[in-house]
């Protein structure tokens, strides 16, 4: 008998994330494969489109394999993402400021036995370059990537590295927000972290599978699975209330993860008030000494379809991303299923904007300091003009974290459906500042009929108004307006 017992609350990682719970779990969702009438129980339930789904319930849909039961599941995320998210799609770009990284996970190729790769990391200088080049593609929204090194990457580069990253102001450009995905660390550094404005706070469980984690982090201080695995309790003491989770499915038994994922949300609503921010759902692919096919737990397409979608419904309220690792025919399906934010122009090196958009191309060092093949390789105009195409609104959207609405603020403004008078006016403003400032002429064609079908559907007459009197500012070079 485990020593530790199942307590969502508990500020300990093997009591809230209890793998006897999460065992018996996935045994209750077997047992009850194919048992329509608790199926239907489930997805019929009072609440589920403001509630979601408990863990034991989201298993139990895991597991069916009825196409009726998925096609139902289909239609509950897409009712969900068009409350709480419309027809928005936020956009953002990763920015890696250093490969540098003392730990060994055995999925990733900056872990530190790979010798092949050139290690990198953007000086001040370099970041400013950076950074104006992601202006210039039109991006609002970073999220820095470190690699965990206490003499490379110490927390004050980083702090650094942040202040230069909001310093920088080129042309019409600025980035509104930055999201940092950086290794677990003391709620003192993340005071500091709070304190030098950040967005969320991002950091990926990997796997929740104590056995299995232990295996695949086999050095350095990632491999101390409960302190890697509270780090956003952590957190959360240090002041950071939007904080960003997610699992590399792949690693471990599916199942497995995707159960401990809505524990892990559970856990933080039961101890914080509040939910994840958002969940990210990578899944292992290729990179430099790194064969996806040799991990046998990968999962297929379909799969990776379910999930996506059976998490939408289970944590409605959650904002869910990919990456550029997947080609564009999956995120197109995905964002039909409930992804609402995604990357684009994306480049998974450390350096390589600036490079690219002076020379047309990156150095070799740059080229091979990739954490992971990208397979969609399109620039952000061309993510744009296919996001439009595909009736989408893409979002450069920073209010609620401009306006201080994060964490319960920004959860309870979303459960009361009320953002809709925000985030509708803000997208198109923000949408319509990308068009004159940096789109191309195909691009601003596409938009011109979404943008004025999303004026339309903003309900509430005085924002409408509002909004539209603002576009007419924002012609005239005025700039960040925001509801
Ligand atoms: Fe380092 Fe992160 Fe890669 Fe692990 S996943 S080796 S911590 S950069
Ligand atoms: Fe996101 Fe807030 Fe902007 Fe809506 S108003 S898109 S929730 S930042």
């Not at 600036?354 to 990156?362: I, L, N, Q, S, T």
């Amino acid at each position: 008998m485990s020593e530790h017992a199942y307590n969502p609350a508990s500020a300990r990682a093997e009591e809230f994330i209890n793998d006897a719970e999460v065992r018996s779990t996935i045994k209750y969702a077997l047992d009850n494969k194919g048992n329509r009438a608790l199926v239907e129980e489930i997805l019929s339930k009072p609440g589920l489109m403001k509630d979601g789904l408990t863990h034991r319930e989201a298993a139990v849909i895991l597991v069916q394999e009825d196409e009726e039961v998925w096609e139902r599941v289909y239609s509950l995320a897409r009712e969900v993402k068009r409350k709480y998210y419309g027809n928005r799609i936020v956009m953002f770009a990763p920015l890696y400021l250093s490969n540098y990284c003392v730990n060994g996970c055995v999925y990733c190729p900056y872990h530190m036995q790979n010798k092949a790769i050139p290690r990198m990391k953007l000086s001040q200088e370099d970041i400013a370059r950076e950074v104006t080049a992601l202006q210039d593609m039109g991006h609002k929204r970073l999220a820095i990537e470190a690699g965990e090194h206490p003499v490379m990457n110490p927390i004050g580069y980083i702090l650094e590295s942040i202040d230069t990253i909001y310093s920088i102001k080129h042309k019409n450009g600025a980035i509104r927000r930055v999201n940092v995905n950086i290794a677990a660390t003391t709620v003192e550094n993340y005071r500091k972290l709070h304190e030098a404005g950040i967005g969320t706070y991002i950091l990926f469980q990997e796997t929740y599978d104590k056995a299995r984690y232990e295996m695949l982090h086999p050095r350095g201080p990632k491999s101390d699975y409960a302190y890697h695995t509270e780090a956003m309790d952590r957190a959360q003491e240090g002041g950071i209330d939007d904080v960003g989770v997610g699992v590399l499915f792949g690693l471990t038994d599916y199942r497995y993860d995707f159960t401990a994922l809505i524990m892990h949300a559970e856990h933080l609503v039961a101890r914080f008030g509040v939910g994840p921010h958002t969940i990210s759902l990578p899944r292992i692919c290729d990179a430099d000494d790194i064969d996806s096919k040799s991990f046998e737990n990968g999962i297929p397409d379909l799969l990776f379809e379910r999930i996506t979608a059976l998490l939408r419904i289970s944590v409605p309220y959650t904002g869910m991303i990919i990456s550029t690792r997947e080609r564009p025919s999956m995120r197109r399906r995905l964002l039909e299923l409930g992804v609402s934010q995604i990357s684009g122009g994306s480049r998974t090196s450390v350096g390589g904007y600036a490079d690219e958009a002076d020379r047309g191309e990156m150095t070799d060092d740059e080229k091979h300091s990739v954490q992971f093949d990208i397979n969609d390789n399109r620039t952000l105009d061309e993510v744009v003009r296919w996001l439009l195409e595909l009736g989408y609104i893409p979002s450069f959207c920073t209010a609620c974290y401009k306006s201080g609405r994060t964490g319960d603020r920004f959860m309870s403004l979303l459960k009361s459906g009320q953002i809709a008078n925000c985030c509708g006016p803000n997208a198109i403003m923000t949408l319509k500042e990308y068009l004159i400032d940096y789109a191309s002429e195909a691009t601003r064609k596409a938009a011109v009929p979404v943008i004025e079908r999303e004026l339309g559907l903003i309900p509430n007459e005085t924002a409408r108004e509002k909004c539209e009197s603002m576009l007419e500012r924002i012609e005239h070079g005025e700039r960040d307006f925001r509801f």
